[in-house]
């Protein structure tokens, strides 16, 4: 589903991303963990067509995507990927069900069809009685499953997610963890998770140790490290 080859990558000097190579699996969950300043973020920023590598090649469901032009990325991005964020990164001034339809409005969604696809997705997380709220009145729960939401509301093939429980409590996040596992298993699709959660990585079918830029190494649950 997803494959990197030969990525690197530097901002200045510094080199953040050495010679990555990846294959990520269609329905697969795979965890990246490493220390501060790994190179994670950058990473999946790239995996998500962000940012761009300085060298390397990457394809998301068999599309070479250095071959799109600016307009085909980011309507391939707007429609395959979903992005989740550490901090939910919800518009303010819009209700819960606003956010969600945002980017299914810029799909080209009418707003019946967007507002229904919403609803759809809000009763789903168990949010049907705050579809009118604003972030500002929701829990951080909330407002993580809400970015869920909002991240799945195109049903994107791939899900990126940084630190998506990195703000919230033991409750919530065992709940969005678990959301994660449910989604694979109803819509089929492919997660990857930077994550400092250990008991999240361990749930996940891989996890890729990442160290100064590289993989330092693989593991599976259940079974040895893997070089
Ligand atoms: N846009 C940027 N400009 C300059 N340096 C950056 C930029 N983004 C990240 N870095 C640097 O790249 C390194 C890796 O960052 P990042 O990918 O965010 O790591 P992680 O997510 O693993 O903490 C860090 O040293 C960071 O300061
Ligand atoms: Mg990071």
Redesign the pocket.
Known sequence: MIELRGITKSFGSLQVLKDIDLDIGHKEIVSIVGP?GAG??TLLQIMGTLDKPDNGTLHIDRVDVERLNENELARFRNLHIGFVFQFHQLLPEFTALENVMIPAYIAGLKQKQAEARAHELLDFMGLADRATHKPNELSGGEKQRVAVARALVNHPAVVLA??PSGSLDTQNKAELHQLFFHLRDTFDQTFVI?THDEELARLTDRTIHMVDGRIEQTTHPASQPQT
Do not use: A, L, Q, R
């Open positions: 501060s994670k973020t940084d630190e930077v």
